[in-house]
């Protein structure tokens, strides 16, 4: 049976293999051969499981009800395979909550492996990063709240860690980082960027202000969103300048000592409330041009504040872990 999860507002429904079969979509047995062909069944699982109900639909909301879909797993052990359906119909290579989500399904299903860490396996088809990503999770409390942790392995940066092309470099705190002339046409405020993988491609725009953080209902408005979607989504729906496989997106503002206030904008998605990945992404970036050190840092975004640990060996990021929690909500 499907069901739907909350992370930091972030909402996606877990949905197994076989339930997608039931609604007489033909869909692979093997996690790698249903990411090869997904162009063929993505879009009509979208559409069965992710569409509002008849009259249901808040005003101003999304299109869908959910974030996305995430289909798995696969097998009945670990590792576990899944893929991560956003409700364009694309496959995303990493999401933080939605792997939190994954994992909180997988132990309200009994196959969760107690307190070993446990490796979950997304599968995609992008062609510029290896399919699948692995991210080890293990089950643990912080602050007595029960969730995981997410290691995301070590962050790259530069346009070249996500396939960037014609973009400038401009300097910043005696880093060097991008200028991005699509975003900057779009505000002034946005002239200096930072290219990030953490297992997924993000573009974080370091601001001054929190005036120049836009908010999800601005960014869904066409004079803004329009531009947002030229930018962070592939073609056709996009424009994939400057990353031709899309990008995330995200702003960032040094709000207090270890604390970043920060907005998202997703390939695939729009404005989300939150996104681990992002999230993460954000952690990194203030760390390299020194807002944050090495530790603990917190991410608030408009659906919560994700806890992100950083480590650093020899003066470079090391290794990256979001902690995450998720709630059953129907």
């Known amino acids: 049976m499907a069901r739907m999860y909350d992370a930091r507002g972030n909402i996606y429904i877990v949905v197994a293999p076989e339930e997608l079969r039931r609604q007489?979509?033909?869909?692979?047995?093997?996690?790698?051969?249903?990411?090869?062909?997904?162009?063929a069944w993505t879009l009509s699982a979208v559409e069965a499981f992710c569409s509002w109900a008849p009259g249901t639909?808040?005003?101003?909301?999304?299109?869908?009800?959910?974030?996305?879909?995430?289909v798995g797993p696969f097998q009945a052990a670990p590792?576990?395979?899944?893929?991560?359906v956003n409700t364009d119909?694309?496959?995303?290579?990493?999401?933080?909550?939605?792997?939190?989500?994954?994992?909180?399904?997988?132990?309200?299903?009994?196959?969760?492996?107690?307190?070993?860490?446990?490796?979950?396996?997304?599968?995609?088809?992008?062609?510029?990063?290896?399919?699948?990503?692995?991210?080890?999770?293990?089950?643990?409390?912080?602050?007595?709240?029960h969730g995981f942790w997410l290691d995301l392995g070590k962050p790259t940066f530069g346009p070249g860690a996500?396939?960037?092309?014609?973009?400038e470099s401009v300097a910043f705190e005696g880093r060097e980082l991008s200028h991005v002339q699509p975003l900057a046409s779009l505000n002034a405020a946005w002239s200096r960027s930072q290219f990030v993988r953490v297992g997924n491609p993000h573009c974080v725009t370091l601001v001054d202000d929190v005036q120049a953080l836009p908010?999800?209902?601005?960014?869904?408005?066409?004079?803004?969103?329009e531009g947002l979607t030229r930018i962070a989504y592939a073609m056709p729906t996009g424009a994939g300048q400057p990353c031709p496989a899309?990008?995330?997106?995200?702003?960032?503002?040094l709000e207090s000592d270890g604390r970043i206030a920060a907005r998202v904008f997703e390939r695939g998605e729009g404005p989300t409330a939150s996104s681990g990945t992002s999230a993460s992404a954000v952690a990194c970036s203030a760390w390299r041009v020194g807002w944050v050190k090495a530790g603990e840092v917190k991410v608030v975004m408009p659906g919560g504040t994700a806890p992100i640990l950083l480590e650093e060996e020899q003066g470079e990021l090391s290794r990256v872990s979001l902690f995450g929690t998720a709630r059953l909500v129907g």
């Open 24 to 39: 007489g979509i033909v869909l692979p047995d093997q996690a790698n051969d249903a990411a090869q062909s997904r162009e």
């Open 57 to 70: 639909q808040p005003p101003g909301s999304k299109d869908h009800c959910s974030d996305g879909l995430l």
């Open 79 to 84: 590792p576990f395979d899944l893929l991560i």
């Open 89 to 145: 119909g694309t496959l995303a290579e990493r999401s933080g909550n939605g792997l939190t989500i994954f994992s909180q399904a997988l132990s309200d299903q009994g196959l969760w492996p107690g307190d070993e860490a446990c490796v979950l396996r997304v599968y995609h088809d992008k062609a510029d990063v290896v399919s699948p990503g692995e991210t080890s999770v293990k089950a643990a409390q912080v602050e007595g709240v």
């Open 162 to 167: 996500v396939s960037a092309y014609g973009v």
């Open 215 to 225: 908010s999800n209902e601005q960014m869904r408005e066409p004079a803004l969103g």
């Open 246 to 253: 899309g990008i995330n997106l995200q702003w960032a503002m």
